[in-house]
């Protein structure tokens, strides 16, 4: 399941940056979200496969490993990203349905300034 989302989000990437509407906005916001969603699937494996290690106590790369991985603060990190980078994608296709000119306008400014 998670190999999945891996191969479907990168096909995504794939399919829209071979495009010749990678330009637009709400599509680079899906590139966007489909890389994070790679790196989500990347991280559940590497937590579930990767277990605890030995290490001795003082070390500062001991103290690393308890307080980044084994609490998981990566894979939680990755998935509010994920998380927040759907809210900006929802309020982005809110504005161009509600405000269908401006948005429309203001995302013609947007493909200049990143031309």
Same mark, same amino acid.
């Given at each position: 399941?998670?190999?999945? /989302?891996?191969?479907?989000?990168?096909?995504?990437? #794939?399919?829209?940056? %071979?495009?010749?509407? =990678?330009?637009?906005?709400?599509?680079?916001?899906?590139? !966007? +979200?489909?890389?994070?969603?790679?790196?989500? @699937?990347? $991280?559940?494996?590497? @937590?579930?496969?990767?277990?605890?290690?030995? $290490?001795? +106590? /003082?070390?500062?790369? %001991?103290?690393?490993?308890?307080?980044? &991985?084994?609490? =998981? @603060?990566?894979? &939680?990190?990755?998935?509010?990203?994920?998380?927040? @980078?759907? #809210?900006?994608?929802?309020?982005?296709?809110?504005?161009?349905? #509600?405000?269908?000119? &401006? !948005? =429309?306008?203001? +995302?013609?400014?947007? +493909?200049?300034?990143?031309?």
């Amino acid at each position: 399941m998670i190999f999945s /989302g891996i191969l479907g989000n990168l096909f995504v990437v #794939v399919v829209i940056l %071979a495009s010749s509407l =990678k330009a637009r906005i709400n599509n680079m916001l899906i590139v !966007h +979200q489909a890389l994070i969603d790679i790196l989500v @699937s990347i $991280m559940l494996i590497a @937590s579930s496969t990767i277990t605890t290690y030995r $290490m001795r +106590q /003082g070390m500062p790369a %001991a103290e690393a490993y308890c307080s980044i &991985w084994l609490t =998981k @603060s990566l894979l &939680w990190a990755t998935m509010t990203v994920s998380t927040y @980078s759907l #809210v900006v994608i929802s309020f982005e296709r809110c504005l161009s349905m #509600v405000l269908p000119i &401006w !948005h =429309k306008v203001s +995302q013609h400014n947007c +493909q200049r300034v990143a031309i």
